[in-house]
Structure formats: C-alpha cells, structure tokens
T-cell receptor, first 114, second 110 residues
Framework: DGGITQSPKYLFRKEGQNVTLSCEQN?????MYWYRQDPGQGLRLIYY???????QKGDIAEGYSVSREKKESFPLTVTSAQKNPTAFYLC?????????????FGPGTRLTVL | GQQLNQSPQSMFIQEGEDVSMNCTSS?????WLWYKQDPGEGPVLLIA?????ELTSNGRLTAQFGITRKDSFLNISASIPSDVGIYFC??????????FGTGTRLKVLA
C-alpha cells in the first residue's frame, strides 16, 4: 500500500533534549512537508522540501531543523531551542497527477516534553 | 502565515441532517482540497477540486470550487455519527505551499 508513515506515534522527552521525528513516504512524491498542530488549532507549516537536498522554512521554523537526503524520507528534529515543543506533528507529501495536485498526510506524532 | 477563513467554526447537528460549510480566501487558487481529521489522527483527503465551478461528489459528500476561485463549499448529506470530526479546506495556487483553513468542528447528535 502506498502512503506516509510517521514514527513513533507518541514521544516523550525531557526538556532540553533534541528529538527527531521520522517521516517516510512511498508515493514517489517530490515534495514533503512538516506541520505543527496545537489543540483546537489549525495547521502551521514548519518546513517543506520540494526536492532532495533542498528545503525551505515555513511559518514557524525557529527551533526546528530538517534534512532531505532521500526522496522517501524527511526527518524533523525538534531542538532544545524550540520554546514550546509539545504538540501534534504531521508530515505530508504532495505530487502531481497530470495537472492535479494532491497532498496527503501521515498519521502524526504526538510529542510531549516533560 | 496566511490561513483561510472557514465557517462555521463548529456545529452541532442532529443525525440525518444535511451540513454545509465554506472556505474563503483573499487569493485565487488553482486547487481546493477538503480533508477530515479524526481525533489523534492525520487529516484524510476527501475531495479535490481543480476547476472553477467544478462540483464533485464522494458518497454523501459534495464539494464545489467557487466561480471566483476564492472560495469553496462542502456539503454532507444525511449526516451520521461517524461524520464527527474536524473538516479542513486547503487551497493551492501552483507553488509547493498549501494554505489551510481554520477548521470546522462537526458534532452529530444521535
């Protein structure tokens, strides 16, 4: 089955520690994204990547870092510089089918910093 | 960052009723997408729209791409309890970025 996987589903970390969230897709999509969702809120873009070895900051990139060494993978590191890291993190990918653009999401990782 | 205006923010309806929600933007989009998110899960794509005026159905769901290309509408007919969740719209203008609505929380009373 084609899709997007995120791991782990739940993650607990102590304050001051860096943590890396995994995102893998087998949809052969060029573009991948990371969003943050807070309780009762919409989606805010952290980083996105249009192609391997290239990525751009989104609206709330401070305290986060990413890499895109492979087309299938787009890991997100939440650093100790992120002041309020507890949130639900969503990875997405998008691709074109002819003229059609579609974006699909993974199941999410809930990060709790203690 | 930019967010689309989505209304209503939340709604309680009786099972069997029809539901309507809409999304408006100050920008023109080439694509409108509608998603449903269940608690603790990622959003699932429901309907994609690619042409102004387009009307597309997916089961009991029907969505329309507004003629001005600045709005979109989602209707759910004969709602059932499993329709509960948060519905998001998203607009795409041809770049790699998608702009999301603020969400409509739907609660269905049996």
């Amino acid at each position: 089955d084609g899709g997007i996987t995120q791991s782990p589903k739940y993650l607990f970390r102590k304050e001051g520690q860096n943590v890396t969230l995994s995102c893998e897709q087998n949809l052969n999509h060029d573009a991948m994204y990371w969003y943050r969702q807070d309780p009762g809120q919409g989606l805010r873009l952290i980083y996105y990547s249009q192609i391997v070895n290239d990525f751009q900051k989104g609206d709330i990139a401070e305290g986060y870092s990413v890499s895109r060494e492979k087309k299938e993978s787009f890991p997100l590191t939440v650093t100790s510089a992120q002041k309020n890291p507890t949130a639900f993190y969503l990875c997405a990918s998008s691709g074109r089918r002819g003229f059609k653009n579609e974006q699909f999401f993974g199941p999410g990782t809930r990060l709790t910093v203690l | 960052g930019q967010q689309l205006n989505q209304s209503p923010q939340s709604m309680f309806i009786q099972e069997g009723e029809d539901v309507s929600m809409n999304c408006t933007s100050s920008s023109i989009f080439n694509t409108w997408l509608w998603y449903k998110q269940d608690p603790g899960e990622g959003p699932v794509l429901l309907i994609a729209l690619y042409k102004a005026g387009e009307l597309t159905s997916n089961g009991r769901l029907t969505a329309q791409f507004g003629i001005t290309r600045k709005d979109s509408f989602l209707n759910i007919s004969a709602s059932i309890p499993s329709d509960v969740g948060i519905y998001f719209c998203a607009g795409h203008e041809g770049t790699y970025k998608y702009i999301f609505g603020t969400g409509t929380r739907l609660k269905v009373l049996a």
